[in-house]
């Protein structure tokens, strides 16, 4: 059974912004959730990730190649988790995954962090 699924990708040209969507089904919450990206031929990379505390304060952690332009955040009570897309580069064309860890993660960036993982959605940005 599929834990998390992702949404939203698709084809937009070079400029446009996309939202992802990623729902998390799992019965125990997901203290980090996070996104990461892999361009064909290149490895997985880190986009952004999104922390909670027990006392639900946030916080997000971005690549370089996000900041200013991606946003992450996420809906406790859906379980679900966002990341927005502005001013999209043709450099951002990749397959987009969704990641949740049932802890706290330190170093979000940190791929082997993470216990789930999704299937995956394709962003293509045309120039």
């Known amino acids: 059974q599929v834990r998390l699924v992702e949404s939203g990708g698709g084809l937009v040209q070079a400029g446009g912004s996309l939202r992802l969507s990623c729902a998390d089904s799992?019965?125990?919450?997901?203290?980090?959730m996070g996104w990461f990206r892999q361009a064909p031929g290149k490895e997985r990379d880190f986009v952004a990730g999104?922390?909670?505390?027990?006392?639900?304060?946030?916080?997000?952690n971005y690549a370089d190649a996000a900041k200013g332009r991606f946003t992450i955040s996420r809906d406790n009570a859906k379980n679900t988790v966002y990341l927005q897309m502005n001013s999209l580069k043709p450099e951002d064309t990749a397959v987009y995954y969704c990641?949740?860890?049932?802890?706290?993660?330190?170093?979000?960036?940190?791929?082997?962090?993470?216990?789930?993982w999704g299937q995956g959605t394709q962003v293509t940005v045309s120039s």
């Open positions: 990641a949740a860890a049932s802890r706290g993660i330190a170093t979000m960036p940190n791929a082997n962090e993470y216990d789930y």
């Open positions: 999104i922390r909670v505390s027990r006392w639900s304060v946030a916080t997000t």
């Open positions: 799992g019965r125990t919450f997901s203290y980090t």
